[in-house]
């Protein structure tokens, strides 16, 4: 169970809803995911989709819980105000916090989300932002209250998978709120290696809304997040410079 706040959820694979073509392989992506959680731009949705059919409107909302994100914020105020728009409009209290502090790397605002972080604790939401894999940023954040982290494996829709396993590795041995690996994700590898390093979940989209084929790339990374969670509590032997032969070799008769 991925317990984030007063929420509790089965499956450890939050799926993003930006990028996608065509709605209805958007909706069998979902479905093929197993997703509980549902994240999209609030900003989006309310100002450049207005009137037109969203794709939240295909789904069985009872199903999953929507996690509106703060992302075309760059000011800890905009962040703020996109999420108290959200909450009023009836969404879920989650946000991710998403302060964007450079239009190239889409690189998270440091000061900027902590500051919208410190804003939106006050005011009673449950707080996930969305950061680098920076150790002590991670730390202070848990220390202000945040629900989880959201550190990126790489920069959003860069597909470069985990760059600094060894931050990512820090970041979680030292958390105590969950950890939902965000961002850059390309492939089932990727996500089954950020749950082997003991990540709660992992976030992506444009792995799945950027592939061929959607729908079986969402069931791929499902399979890969269950997988690395198995590995992961099943605990993983440890790297050893030699070899260590796997039959034994007491008995052997020698010639
Ligand atoms: C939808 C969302 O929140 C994205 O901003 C998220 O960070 C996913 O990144 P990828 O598209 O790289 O998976």
């Given at each position: 169970?991925l317990?984030?706040?007063?929420?509790?959820?089965?499956s450890r694979l939050l799926l993003g809803?930006?990028?996608?073509?065509?709605?209805?392989?958007?909706?069998?992506?979902?479905?093929?995911s197993?997703t509980?959680i549902?994240?999209?731009?609030?900003?989006?949705?309310?100002?450049?989709?207005?009137?037109?059919?969203?794709?939240?409107?295909?789904?069985?909302?009872?199903?999953?819980?929507?996690?509106?994100?703060?992302?075309?914020?760059?000011?800890?105020?905009?962040?703020?105000?996109?999420?108290?728009?959200?909450?009023?409009?009836?969404?879920?209290?989650?946000?991710?916090?998403?302060?964007?502090?450079?239009?190239?790397?889409?690189?998270?605002?440091?000061?900027?989300?902590?500051?919208?972080?410190?804003?939106?604790?006050?005011?009673?939401?449950?707080?996930?932002?969305?950061?680098?894999?920076?150790?002590?940023?991670?730390?202070?954040?848990?220390?202000?209250?945040?629900?989880?982290?959201m550190p990126g494996a790489?920069?959003?829709?860069?597909?470069?998978g985990i760059?600094?396993?060894?931050?990512l590795?820090?970041?979680?041995?030292?958390?105590?709120?969950p950890v939902i690996v965000d961002a850059g994700l390309?492939?089932p590898?990727d996500a089954a290696y950020a749950m082997e390093l003991?990540a709660d979940g992992v976030l992506l989209n444009?792995a799945v809304?950027?592939?061929?084929?959607?729908?079986?790339?969402?069931?791929?990374m499902r399979?890969g997040v269950e997988?690395g969670r198995?590995?992961?509590?099943?605990?993983?032997?440890?790297?050893?410079?030699?070899?260590?032969?796997?039959?034994?070799?007491?008995?052997?008769?020698?010639?």
């Open positions: 169970m317990h984030i706040g007063k929420y509790e959820f089965n809803t930006g990028k996608f073509t065509d709605m209805q392989v958007q909706s069998q992506a979902v479905e093929a197993g509980e549902l994240t999209f731009a609030v900003r989006r949705l309310d100002l450049e989709e207005a009137g037109k059919q969203h794709f939240l409107d295909t789904l069985d909302l009872s199903k999953y819980t929507l996690l509106p994100n703060t992302a075309g914020a760059s000011t800890a105020e905009e962040a703020v105000r996109i999420a108290e728009l959200a909450r009023a409009s009836g969404l879920c209290d989650m946000i991710k916090v998403e302060v964007i502090g450079d239009g190239v790397t889409l690189l998270p605002d440091p000061l900027e989300t902590y500051k919208a972080c410190s804003i939106l604790l006050e005011k009673g939401f449950t707080v996930l932002p969305y950061i680098s894999d920076d150790v002590i940023l991670a730390k202070r954040l848990q220390l202000l209250g945040v629900h989880a982290v790489s920069p959003i829709g860069a597909g470069r760059i600094n396993p060894y931050n590795e820090i970041v979680i041995e030292q958390a105590v709120v390309r492939s590898k003991g444009t809304s950027g592939s061929h084929d959607p729908v079986s790339m969402a069931k791929a399979l997988a198995l590995a992961y509590t099943a605990g993983m032997i440890p790297v050893k410079r030699y070899a260590a032969a796997s039959s034994p070799a007491e008995g052997m008769v020698h010639t």
